[in-house]
Nanobody
Framework: VQLQASGGGLVQAGGSLRLSCVAS????????MAWFRQAPGKEREIVAA????????FYANSVKGRFTISRDNAKNTVYLQMESLKPEDTAGYYC?????????????????????WGQGTQVTVSS
């Protein structure tokens, strides 16, 4: 599978962005997806995940109530709608897919090994 992320940019605190990740090469609707982020000098962390059906989602505590993950299986795309952005949300954002169909759930994507990764898109939030 190949993943192409887009939608990052520079935004003021309190603003919004929507990230998109388009998948190609495999049956998109059969695998769980997630967004991770990594800030300079920090470890990569999971931000949000969604099950293959879209019926289950997971959010990191730091983004609950502000970010929404969704997917459109007809368009092979997963989205991350980000609201009320804070400077601490500044990071490179990466989409990831579980390569094994119907394996990971939204709750387990953060610990699922050997994910497929997209190239990342930078989000910068100014104060």
């Amino acid at each position: 599978v190949q993943l192409q992320a887009s939608g990052g940019g520079l935004v003021q605190a309190g603003g919004s962005l929507r990230l998109s990740c388009v998948a190609s090469g495999r049956t998109f609707s059969s695998y769980a997806m997630a967004w991770f982020r990594q800030a300079p000098g920090k470890e990569r962390e999971i931000v949000a995940a969604i099950s293959w059906s879209g019926g289950d989602t997971f959010y990191a505590n730091s983004v609950k109530g502000r970010f929404t993950i969704s997917r459109d299986n007809a368009k092979n795309t997963v989205y991350l709608q980000m609201e009320s952005l804070k400077p601490e949300d500044t990071a490179g954002y990466y989409c990831a897919a579980d390569p094994v169909p119907y394996r990971a759930t939204a709750q387990t994507m953060g610990v699922t090994p050997k994910l497929f990764w997209g190239q990342g898109t930078q989000v910068t939030v100014s104060s």
